[in-house]
């Protein structure tokens, strides 16, 4: 802007770079600040490098200090050690748009920081609940493969030796129900036989 650089300012006072028309606004304003201890906000135009004015916006206040640091001893009421003064160019139209833009710009970008960081986190929990998932159904595989080799297990000693031993059993039934059946035919047969033989012999007698 063509200002002085700060090391050609230290040394000289305020009223040298300030337009002569606001010297005494603003030494004005610097003293009611120092005496009400309020902060101020004033307008002036800053003297350039070049001799030409800007139009600046100052805001600042007093720094009142105790009594004991006051460089007289018999000093007893408080003090005015300093004024800290911040200024600025005064915002113009095309100055406000540029701050405006930079405080879209921040904002944009906070924004996409956070959504960036959302997204991490989304992904995050995503990312856990599928090992959850993946874990919840190994362990019922694991535990489904278990039971099925028990109940496989249950089933082959349910159907191994004792229906083994059921089926020699029915076996056995069978064959004592076609030994009776075989005696009670030799049984019958025998009865017939001697009934023949008795028949014969009477028939012989009688012949005789």
């Not at 007893?76 to 003064?85: G, I, L, N």
């Not at 069978?174 to 030994?179: G, L, S, T, V």
Request: net charge positive; glycine share 4%.
């Amino acid at each position: 802007m063509g200002v002085n650089p700060p090391k050609e300012l230290v040394d000289h006072f305020i009223k040298d770079f300030v337009h002569p028309d606001d010297v005494g606004l603003v030494l004005a304003e610097m003293n009611e600040s120092i005496a009400t201890g309020e902060s101020m906000r004033i307008f002036y135009r800053f003297k350039r490098k070049d001799g030409t004015y800007v139009i600046f916006e100052a805001v600042g206040h007093a720094h009142i200090a105790a009594p004991r640091f006051a460089p007289n001893p018999l000093n007893r009421s408080p003090f005015c050690q300093a004024v800290f003064v911040m200024s600025r160019p005064y915002p113009t139209k095309s100055s406000g748009l540029l701050d405006s833009f930079l405080e879209h710009k921040m904002e944009n970008d906070r924004l996409r920081r956070r959504i960036a960081e959302l997204r991490a986190e989304e992904d995050a929990e995503e990312a856990e609940s599928q090992r959850q998932w993946k874990q919840r159904r190994n362990s019922s595989r694991s535990e489904l493969s278990h039971s099925e080799d028990s109940r496989t297990m249950a089933s082959s000693s349910v159907s191994g030796t004792p229906l083994w031993d059921t089926r020699i059993a029915r076996v056995a039934e069978r064959a004592q129900r076609a030994e009776d059946a075989l005696q009670c035919l030799r049984a019958s047969l025998g009865k017939k036989e001697k009934k023949k033989q008795l028949s014969n012999s009477t028939n012989a007698t009688i012949t005789g």
